[in-house]
């Protein structure tokens, strides 16, 4: 997916919250959004908005010395989610189709992003809010059937405390069909996306082989990404994509991949035909 | 009141807004996003928002051409207002306190902005909102008693239609007590602010003495206004001043200005200390 003009103010309003997260120094923020400006009049607008946001966070991260700007905010959202993970694994095993509420929980966690919105619910509005998701029934049918006979599935994790919601998802495919999950985090800290520490903190580690994509993008840029990750994208049946970023960025791919994510602003709705806050299990 | 780092990125919203509502030429929005851009560094954060609003939007019409692009959303907006005058009336004079349902209305009226916001609702909803309106009962008493014993109001408008909303308040207040009114318009278009093509289509001719600001700032910056218009504002018992614009540009005034606005964007709710949408009736 392109980047849109739209998405310029976008920029700036996340390199300012981000910079706000890394110093009380207004002149700082303010030397951030001149930086920022710099850097518009060369932008190539063909390139996916998480591409050029890894730019601007890569900028944002040298000005204000700080490459890790949301890690408590990741940390709490991972304890958040932690402490309501035996619930979740209730709600799942008392519905009436365990892996359609495991989805929607899985796309509900993906609202503990902090790129495309500046902020985000409590977990617990996030769960409940998950029980009245409608989903297309088709792909959701295409989903299962996909699970029930593939080998090998590349999950493509996105933010931290969302990995222990992909935690209750990747446990119900395995109790559907014991196959092997690989689950993608980020080479480097960028806004608050999983990295491999994130994803031994919730555990993921416990029931899939955690690597890295290779690359610092909030986004899976296949052309940054490592050999290893792009062998497993090649070779998997099924590839589970979470969130805006990785739609942005493989969206249009002909490859076997489910996309599930929360509708964050109002370029991937108008590019999806979805309203804003609207659930998606999509395919490509 | 000073501009925020977050009014950058919504500078930036604001002129792509105007470029598209100019031109569907996408080379051209581009052209003036990196304009902008080119902007930021120099940018004295000293200035109201306004203050570079008014050479943001500037920039726009100079490169798209297009002085006016809000003409025809003006045109619309005054209709749709005018086709209601007459159930705005009926409102206020069946209320139980005319002069406050005919406040509550004009509050309402400020949401016609396309400055601040994208967008606004049907010009119904905005009446019907305005019935459910809490103002500041203090505010409003001191409002009421101020205009009792007024001989001059200085009345400065905001936006295209709803200056409708402004006939009504006008009206009411002149049953009052008949005294002098003078209505306040921009010198030139810029948004969707009212000039006096604008006040005239809806009448406001007819209750009030209508004068150009001298300025084409969608707010009221005293440096660059007439001396007419600095003459009555320094001689008004009272001024009313409508909507976002002129209250970044008024606030922390020492004359006796009433300020009728509603809370548009999270800059003004942190400086209000009021949510986004609160209809606003504060004092200076």
């Given at each position: 997916m392109k980047t849109y003009l739209d998405c310029i103010p976008c920029f700036f309003r996340q390199a300012l919250a981000a910079a706000r997260m890394s110093s009380e120094d207004e002149t700082i923020h303010r030397r951030v959004l001149n930086s920022i400006a710099l850097m518009i009049p060369d932008l190539a607008l063909s390139a996916t908005p998480p591409e050029i946001a890894r730019q601007v966070y890569r900028v944002v991260y040298e000005i204000t010395g700080n490459s890790d700007p949301y890690y408590e905010t990741k940390n709490s959202a991972n304890q958040a989610a932690l402490s309501l993970y035996s619930r979740m694994q209730d709600t799942v095993d008392y519905s009436n189709d365990p892996l359609l509420t495991a989805c929607r929980l899985s796309i509900a966690g993906n609202d503990i992003d902090l790129g495309a919105q500046a902020e985000f619910g409590s977990i617990n509005s996030i769960i409940e809010d998950s029980l009245v998701f409608d989903l297309d029934q088709k792909n959701y049918t295409k989903f299962k059937e996909n699970v029930a006979k593939a080998n090998l599935i590349l999950y493509i994790g996105d933010n931290a405390g969302e990995t222990v919601f992909d935690r209750i998802l990747i446990e119900q495919i395995l109790q559907i069909k014991n196959l092997k999950i690989v689950f993608v985090v980020r080479e480097k800290p960028i806004i608050n996306d999983a990295t491999f520490e994130d994803a031994i903190r919730v555990g993921l580690d416990k029931v899939a082989t955690i690597i890295s994509s290779g690359s610092d993008a909030p986004a899976t840029i296949l052309s940054q990404c490592s050999s290893e990750m792009l062998s497993l994208y090649q070779s998997a049946d099924v590839i589970i994509s979470k969130g805006q970023g990785n739609y942005e960025s493989l969206?249009?791919?002909?490859?076997n991949i489910f996309f599930l994510f929360k509708v964050k602003c109002s370029v991937i709705a108008r590019d999806s035909n979805l309203a804003i806050d609207s659930p998606v299990l999509t395919h490509s």
């Open positions: 969206s249009g791919r002909s490859e």
